[in-house]
């Protein structure tokens, strides 16, 4: 398995991303996706969670302001993160469930398999 993210960037605060993670390897279909960020000496944190039938969830953090979402014909998923704070400055990391038809989950040992990050940073 194999997951690759993409787009992230310098940006000042208030300003969109989107990320991108493709996944290769594995039917991604039946798997929750997770994606996770850590900052500078802090543990790694969830930021949102789709199960495999499209239910998600997401850190109180960025409630509101990201929205997961899954395009199963590419392989892929989505964070697109609005209103961006100089507190979401982190790599962002997504994963893929251990299990297959998975719920969601905010816990990162329920998640085996992981990307290699991509860099948010926000500034003032």
């Known amino acids: 398995v194999r997951l690759v993210e993409s787009g992230g960037s310098w940006v000042q605060a208030g300003a969109s991303l989107r990320l991108s993670c493709e996944a290769s390897g594995r039917t991604f279909t039946r798997y929750a996706m997770g994606w996770f960020r850590q900052a500078p000496g802090k543990e790694r944190e969830l930021v949102a969670s789709?199960?495999?039938?499209?239910?998600?969830i997401y850190a109180d953090s960025v409630k509101g302001r990201f929205t997961v979402s899954r395009d199963n014909n590419r392989n892929t998923v989505y964070l697109q993160m609005n209103y961006l704070k100089p507190e979401d400055t982190a790599v962002y990391y997504c994963a893929t469930h251990t299990r297959r038809f998975s719920s969601t989950s905010i816990y990162a040992n329920d998640y085996d398999k992981w990307g290699q990050g991509t860099q948010v940073t926000v500034s003032l």
């Open positions: 789709m199960s495999w039938t499209g239910v998600d």
